[in-house]
């Protein structure tokens, strides 16, 4: 198994973005998108004592809409399950940037 990194993540340039999305709407038709968190439940996760960051699994809701559902993770790697979790994300189809995000495209 990998070594765990805190650190984890990165800044992409928008072309590689762009490029990944495309990539995924063209193998997954019909998939939902994107989904968007809210800032007060993202700083909610991650002012759980001992949290560093947040980690995203991919989920299926009971509409069977496909979601993520977020924890956040101590230093060591590990979900910090027992405060809690989220999910409740804003879906896209349906609540989408209206900007003409390349990320769209």
Do not use: E
């Amino acid at each position: 198994m990998a070594t765990f990194d805190p650190n984890a993540g990165g800044v992409i340039t928008l072309a590689d973005a762009t490029a990944f999305t495309k990539n995924f709407r063209a193998k997954n038709p019909g998939a939902t998108n994107a989904v968007y968190f809210g800032q007060p439940i993202i700083d909610k996760l991650l002012t759980q004592t001992g949290a560093v960051g947040l980690r995203m699994y991919n989920a299926i809701d009971a509409k069977g809409q496909s979601t993520l559902v977020l924890v956040a993770v101590d230093i060591n790697g590990n979900d910090l399950y027992s405060g809690f979790v989220a999910d409740l994300a804003s879906p896209c189809p349906s609540v989408c940037d209206g900007g003409g995000s390349p990320l769209l495209k």
